[in-house]
Each structure stands twice: as C-alpha cells, then as structure tokens.
C-alpha cells in the first residue's frame, strides 16, 4: 500500500465514523507513524508502507475511530507556540484557552516587580508553563487535585521553562487546600481553568472530549460548583488589587460577573476569545492599597 493509498483509507474509516475531520487526522496520524513531518507526506504519496508503520498506522486510526483524540494517540498538542506533553489524565489545551493566557500576560506586564501567580487546576500545565516561558522572572505557582496530572505538568515545566528560570512550585490538593498554613502566599493574579461542564451536558459532548478526565470537565449541576468555591475564597489568597481571572462558558458570564461583585471583587471585565465569545472573566480584589 502507498502513502496515499494508506491516507484515503484512513480518511474513508475516520469520515464512516464521523470525525469531523477526516483529511487532517489521517495526515497526523500517518505522519507519526513514519516518524516525518507531515508536509513530507505529499513528496512521499507514491511510496510503499513498509509493514511496521502501516500497522502502527492502522492501530491509530481504529483508536480514532473509537472515539480518543488525536493529541492522546501522539501524546502532545501544541498550545501558546509550546508542545505539550498529554494524555489521558489531563484534559487537552485548546485555543480558547490562550485567551487566558494573553489577558493575564497583559495584567501582568503593567506590574512592577516583584510578582507572584497562582494558577489553579492546572492540569497539563499549559497555562502556568506558556505565562512562565514568556515571563521567566515570575513566581509562578501551580495546584491540581489530581496526582496523575501534576506528573504531566511537572515534566511539561521542566521541558519548556527558560533556561536559569526558577522552576515552578507545583503543589497537589484541591484548589487552595494545597497549599499548606505553613507556605500561605499572597498572589498578585489567581488563575484558573477549572471544570465549568453543567454535568448534565457532558453526554452531549463529543466522543473525544468525553474521553477527557470527567474530574476536570464536570462542573456541578450548573457548571459552577468550583467556581463558587474559588470565587468565594480568593480574595484571601491575593494581595489588595490583585486579580482573579478564570476561563468559562460564555453563557455563565453574567453569573460569575455576580458572584464576583458579591466577594467584593471590583473592575469585573469579560474579554472575547477568537471566534468572539467571551470566554475569560477577570476582578480586582477591593479594598484601599495596591499589590506589593
């Protein structure tokens, strides 16, 4: 079998199944399976499969097929310009969620040092690594529930942190439980993408996204039960003026804009990822002075 042979059956067994994009994930999952690039593939179309990555191949697109994601089956997704070590106990970093990113590298910028962040539910890591990379002397400070997931992020850290950075201090716990009385910090910004999934959505998601880890999409009955609790205790973790800003669904905005004003944040702003939903929500904490 050809390369090109080998990538219209792909494709023919990923459209029967109802990928949404057939042609791209074929392309990806060939390339891995040759070791290349996949740019090569098109020189390459004429080209016999040796045995060995064919099967490779085939094994792929029948996980595909049965629903895993792409980045699992290659075990990385590129997010912020980075490449992101993933698997299955990390949800995937997606677009929407370097909105995040942008905005909290703005708030920051327009801080003096020294700085300190949090990012909770980190997860792969992705945001806490994608802000540290792009500013190397900041504190940053990561927590996750999950075990699994800190293993993830710890070795995403080490892979793509600047050189002579100081590392990232990853603590396991749920939310701000993980971090102990003992080394009780204040932050200057609070970060968070934690699960916002109303749970009665979930079976309604894409196979691939309901392969994800239930633990970081399942938000309660209306999507909001972490966010509640962290809304509700942030403003003990961060220095007068300091910000907390989270990812959501825009249709919880008007809510968590509630919820904010109501712990006495102030300055509540919403700002729109790519396709123009408002995807990140961010408040001051009030009160007189400003973040040291």
């Known amino acids: 079998m050809t390369v090109r042979e080998a990538l219209a059956a792909g494709r023919a067994n990923l459209a029967a199944a109802g990928v949404e994009t057939p042609s ?13 690039g996949r ?11 040796e045995e060995a990555p064919l099967a490779a191949f085939g094994t792929f697109i029948k996980r595909r097929t049965e629903g895993e994601c792409v980045a699992y089956i290659l075990g990385r997704k590129e997010f912020y310009g980075l490449e992101f070590n993933v698997n299955d106990c990390v949800l995937v970093p ?18 003096g040092q020294p700085q300190r962040m949090l990012d909770l539910c980190t997860g792969s890591g992705a945001v806490a690594v994608a802000i540290k990379h ?9 927590t996750d529930v999950s075990p699994k997931a800190l293993e993830i992020a710890e070795t995403n850290a080490k892979r793509l942190s600047p050189l002579g950075a100081s590392p990232i201090r990853f603590r396991c716990g749920d939310l701000f439980e993980a971090l102990s009385d003992r080394e009780r910090p204040l932050f200057h910004l609070i970060t968070g993408n934690p699960p916002y999934v109303p749970s009665g959505e979930i079976a309604g998601l894409a196979p691939e996204v309901r392969a994800e880890p239930a633990l970081a999409l399942d938000g309660g009955t209306d999507g909001l039960d972490v966010i509640r609790n962290i809304v509700l205790r942030a403003t003990d973790f961060l220095y007068q003026d300091g910000t907390l800003m989270l990812e959501a669904d825009p249709r919880q ?17 919403t700002h729109a990822d790519l396709s123009g939903a408002l995807r990140v929500i961010a ?4 009160g007189q002075g400003t973040a040291e």
């Open 39 to 49: 740019s090569s593939l098109v020189a390459a179309a004429g080209d016999s499969l």
């Open 24 to 36: 791209l994930d074929a392309s990806l999952l060939l390339a891995e399976a040759l070791g290349v």
């Open 94 to 111: 997606r677009p929407d969620t370097e909105t995040l990113v942008e905005v909290a590298l703005a708030r920051l910028s327009r801080l």
């Open 283 to 286: 408040g001051r904490k009030g």
């Open 134 to 142: 792009k500013m190397p002397g900041l504190e940053v400070w990561a």
């Open 253 to 269: 905005m008007p809510e968590i804009a509630l919820l904010l004003a109501k712990a006495g944040f102030t300055d509540v702003q």
